[in-house]
């Protein structure tokens, strides 16, 4: 792990990656449709098929981020899964800050003035 | 000879991609981002460009952690835009210039730059949302052929922005080299200050961002010295996209002037930015 003291923030690095290999590798999996419905028919064979771990799993079936992240997840991959979802980033970001949506974007604006 | 004409850097979010496609442009939320494209094509359209050299970054369509090139380059006839599995219509395939691709390889590796070589690649919106709205009237006829270089943004280690200067300079030189009389602009795309993860999700550094879009003109030396984390930390967990921005400035070898900037906060949860540079060689400068 590269050291760094920035709060909040993951430097996702070659630990980060071999613990959520198999999360990433599902999340990856739903750049196609067929699979985006083949997870959604059976969410729970589709983490097996992928070989998710515990922790894996109970972070997907709860839609939560932090979790997600804990667990290995990138970013950019968990972005698929929350497509699945019909989130967008500033639902995500509301939820990892603890904020309502609304409050996220005012925040997000206020960075601007 | 080709030739760098000049480069675009500009945001390249998928929410961008989404406005366009629900023709969002005049939307008072997006209109303060759209409104920074005006001289972006007018210069675009002088610069009259035969080829795009796309520097960007892959989010997890054509690359995964299974094999991740700190740097690729494009060698297909055309790459694919494709489904990333959040709605955003495909757009047509890009075109692109196989014999130039591998001109370009050729002299990184002999560079001593051991990038990857693609002749099978999709690009996703790292590099479609720039030529859609770059491109906006080309109906899906582009009028340019492309060049994608792809930089790992996504799994650290991270190049150095000392790395992408230099490599850029290296693109710049390879091009420069071509014999084929082609005009070429350099974009490159992402950015500005963002994160997206973690409990500091929703940061945006508007001072950092002034910093570097200054910087990035008159001095890009300077950005060298900055670390890959000084870039997380400063601006942003995916900020480190401005990787991009660095590597294309580096491809311009010439005279630099800036055209056009624009800066607006927010789109989505980023800082949106869009940057033209004119690129003139000395026997240009002094002519003009």
Known sequence: MQHHDIPGTIVYDGAEAQKGYALNA????????ANREEFKRDEDAYCTKYGLNDEQRAAIRERNVLKLLAAGGNVYYLAKFAGILNLNVQDLGAQQTGMSVEAFKEKLAAAGR | MAQIVGAIATSHIPAIGKAIAENKQNDPYWKPFFDGYGPA???????????????????????????MPTFAVGAAAQYRSEDEGWGLPVLNSFPGDAALSWHIIEHLVADEFDI???????????????????????????????????????????????????????????????????????????????????????????????????TIVRDPEALTKLSVIDLVREAGAQGVEFLNWITMRGALLGNVSQIHRNYHIPISNTAGATLVLENRTAAQSQAA
């Open chain 1, 26 to 33: 599902m999340c990856y999996s739903f750049n196609a449709a």
């Open chain 2, 116 to 214: 990857t070589s693609c002749q099978d690649m999709a690009v996703d919106h790292g590099f479609a949302v720039p030529m859609n709205l770059l491109f906006p009237n080309a109906g899906g006829k582009w009028p340019v052929t492309t060049v994608p270089v792809s930089i790992n943004t996504v799994q650290h280690p991270l190049p150095t922005p000392l790395r992408c200067w230099k490599l850029g300079r290296a693109i710049g030189r390879a091009i420069e080299s071509y014999p084929k009389d082609l005009r070429v602009v350099v974009f490159g795309t992402g950015g500005l200050s963002h994160q997206l993860d973690g409990t500091r999700a929703g940061f945006i550094n508007k001072k950092f961002d002034l910093y570097c879009l200054d």
């Open chain 2, 41 to 67: 094509l007018s210069w675009l359209k002088q610069a009259r460009p035969d080829v795009v050299v796309m520097i960007y970054n892959d989010h997890g369509l054509n690359f995964f952690l299974d094999k």
